[in-house]
T-cell receptor, first 112, second 115 residues
Framework: KQEVTQIPAALSVPEGENLVLNCSFTDSAIYNLQWFRQDPGKGLTSLLLIQSSQREQTSGRLNASLDKSSGRSTLYIAASQPGDSATYLCAVFSSGTYKYIFGTGTRLKVLA | GAGVSQSPRYKVAKRGQDVALRCDPISGHVSLFWYQQALGQGPEFLTYFQNEAQLDKSGLPSDRFFAERPEGSVSTLKIQRTQQEDSAVYLC?????????????FGQGTRLTVV
């Protein structure tokens, strides 16, 4: 059974810092991995989608990497801003299933 | 609208009441998912539709939960005889193709509170 873990659960950093959020999964048989952002009381906004054949994806100040064999993904945020404050969720789509399995998220606070 | 739309945004139900939650996916999207998110937790899978076919309902927590997508577009999640443990945010997502090779787009969710 696929399990997804995110570390740390919460993170508070000063503005301008580069930071790394971690996601690990137990079953490497995945179709893809997606990183989402969730603001309080809101739905999920897709940030980056990495297919199983890819190693990384970049969008603006965000870079996500995928190491399927070790069951890990990292989300790198460069030059963090207060507007980046949110909960970041990773989700894996396991092979042979019809579902994303989510981690419990990392709650990020960027201090001005 | 351009995104996934869910209604109502908020619903307060008395214990034992039946509720119906609606999801309007992005037009033309084949896949539709329902998720349940408890406070402070990640979303938990409930069910998946490919067009009008419900291909996976393994996440529905009890037979009080029922979902349908009769014409392959709008979907409704129905909860009968609501209990306090049903209080959560219910999220709907759609994606343009079957399977997992495309991005999933989520709605704003319906926050259900059972009192």
């Amino acid at each position: 059974k696929q399990e997804v873990t995110q570390i740390p659960a919460a993170l508070s950093v000063p503005e301008g810092e580069n930071l790394v959020l971690n996601c690990s999964f137990t079953d490497s048989a995945i179709y893809n991995l997606q990183w989402f952002r969730q603001d309080p009381g809101k739905g999920l906004t897709s940030l980056l989608l990495i297919q199983s054949s890819q190693r990384e994806q970049t969008s603006g100040r965000l870079n996500a990497s995928l190491d399927k064999s070790s069951g890990r993904s990292t989300l790198y945020i460069a030059a963090s801003q207060p507007g980046d404050s949110a909960t970041y969720l990773c989700a894996v789509f396991s092979s042979g299933t019809y579902k994303y399995i989510f981690g419990t998220g990392t709650r990020l606070k960027v201090l001005a | 609208g351009a995104g996934v739309s869910q209604s109502p945004r908020y619903k307060v139900a008395k214990r034992g009441q039946d509720v119906a939650l609606r999801c309007d996916p992005i037009s033309g999207h084949v896949s539709l998912f329902w998720y349940q998110q408890a406070l402070g937790q990640g979303p938990e899978f409930l069910t998946y539709f490919q067009n009008e076919a419900q291909l996976d309902k393994s996440g529905l927590p009890s037979d009080r939960f029922f979902a349908e997508r009769p014409e392959g577009s709008v979907s409704t999640l129905k909860i009968q005889r609501t209990q306090q443990e049903d209080s959560a945010v219910y999220l709907c997502a759609s994606s343009p193709a079957q399977g997992a090779n495309t991005e999933a787009f989520f709605g704003q969710g319906t926050r259900l509170t059972v009192v």
